[in-house]
């Protein structure tokens, strides 16, 4: 799969058909879709490239189902800062053992 071949604006779609959302852009190894579109409630949302199965015309193609997609999708909050959400108020990265100060 030629990756070089997706471009901004395109329609991203399920195995299935269904609407996914719009490419914003390629965003190192994921597609970033844009938060304006319908589907995204406002928040860009992340697909890796490894769910993509063709690129024919103006439409990619994903190798599982729209919502399949969309369970799976990465999430930045607009105004996000990056990062910001990878240490609890005492430093602590979520989900790891480290206890106490």
Wanted: proline share 4%; no cysteine.
């Amino acid at each position: 799969m030629d990756h070089t071949q997706i471009r901004e604006h395109m329609e991203v779609v399920g195995s299935d058909g269904a609407h996914v959302g719009t490419v914003d852009r390629l965003d190192g190894a994921r597609l970033k879709l844009t938060r304006t579109d319908p589907a995204a409630g406002g928040e860009h949302h992340f697909i890796h490239l490894d769910s993509v199965a063709s690129v024919e015309g103006d439409r990619v193609q994903l190798n599982r189902t729209g919502a399949e997609a969309r369970d799976e999708w990465g999430v930045e909050a607009v105004g996000a800062t990056p990062g910001a959400d990878d240490e609890d108020e005492h430093g602590v990265e979520p989900g790891s053992a480290k206890v106490g100060p």
